[in-house]
């Protein structure tokens, strides 16, 4: 008898435990948020990745009911940002708009030694593919990727405007010029718009940077003119601008930007945020909104984005063990 009342203890126990942690994630995600919303961005304000943050932050005010500012923390490779949201109280309140780079800070320990890792953010949702191009100005003497190519094979060393090694697109530029079989040298960016005035002005000749809305505009004045894209497929706004797998070269890597949360946010909070995302991406507003930036809406929930992550991680690894670069 006394066995059997100890097993109807234990029983109530879980029963209560499970009941209780379920009723703390709905009355938590109930009552969050009750104050504003920290949203980080690791580039400079008025690239794409910016704008695509500040369209889901004021979607997010319109459900959420609070206001959700957008903070800008470019610099370090984009793991300024990144630190700062893992070190940030996981309580819902900073949250982090960051690409799956950020999100892998330790794939580039033979760049620098970060203190987070992705181990210490949560995935919230996927978002957006934004679309790198490579660009030249407007009057260059090159057309097509293929002329730049052999003048870089004529011309060793020429400068090459990127986001910086911890950025995927400067990975799929060396893909390009390893395949080629000629060299480049990286001069790094915190954004896109820190970018254009040296490629406008002929101090870089060349750029990779996501297509945002500002050199959009540079592209249809013919400022500015984009070699390819480095994406897997045409961006649906430049049908006409072919993508660096149509013109041979691979492309492996999936980059979803997307929200992150710090390390031990509850799942209910997550929860919360997740179903707002999906609703904001879902209002034809939005979408219009987001097209409008050159990026492509590509929505995941937490686990599979989560799924997609650890993905974009092993074929970045991959890559940088063939180069050498790790062992």
Not at 277 to 288: L, P
């Amino acid at each position: 008898m006394q066995t059997k009342g100890y097993s109807l203890f234990c029983l109530f126990l879980v029963f209560f435990l499970v009941v209780s942690l379920e009723t703390g994630f709905c009355a938590e995600s109930s009552t969050y948020p009750d104050r504003p919303i920290t949203m980080v961005v690791p580039f400079a304000p008025g690239g794409t990745t910016d704008v695509c943050a500040r369209i889901i932050a004021e979607g997010m005010e319109k459900y959420l009911k609070q206001p959700v500012m957008v903070v800008s923390k470019p610099g370090a490779g984009t793991t300024i940002a990144g630190n700062f949201v893992a070190n940030s109280k996981p309580d819902g309140y900073t949250l982090g708009f960051l690409t799956p780079s950020t999100f892998s800070a330790e794939l580039y320990s033979f760049l620098y030694t970060v203190p987070y890792s992705s181990q210490d953010l949560v995935p919230v949702s996927g978002i957006v593919e934004v679309y790198q191009a490579m660009m030249v100005k407007g009057d260059a003497p090159w057309n097509t990727l293929k002329d730049l190519v052999e003048y870089a094979r004529k011309n060793p060393g020429i400068k090459i405007a990127t986001l910086g090694k911890s950025h995927f697109s400067y990975y799929l530029t060396l893909i390009i010029a390893r395949q080629e079989k000629i060299d480049f040298v990286s001069i790094p960016f915190d954004g896109g718009s820190k970018m254009t005035p040296p490629l406008l002005g002929g101090h870089v000749p060349v750029g990779v940077t996501g297509v945002d809305p500002s050199i959009k505009s540079l592209l249809d004045a013919k400022k500015l003119r984009a070699l390819a894209m480095l994406n897997g497929k045409r961006g649906e706004i430049f049908p006409e601008i072919p993508s660096m797998v149509e013109l041979g070269y691979k492309n492996p890597f999936l980059s979803i930007t997307g929200l992150f949360a710090p390390k031990g946010t509850s799942e209910g909070v997550v929860r919360r945020i997740d179903e707002v995302v999906h609703k904001i991406v879902e209002e034809k507003d939005v979408r219009t909104k987001i097209f409008n930036t050159t990026a492509e809406l590509h929505y995941l929930e937490a686990a599979p984005y989560k799924n997609s992550l650890i993905t974009f991680k092993e074929k970045m690894h991959q890559f940088f063990k063939e180069e050498g670069l790790v062992k």
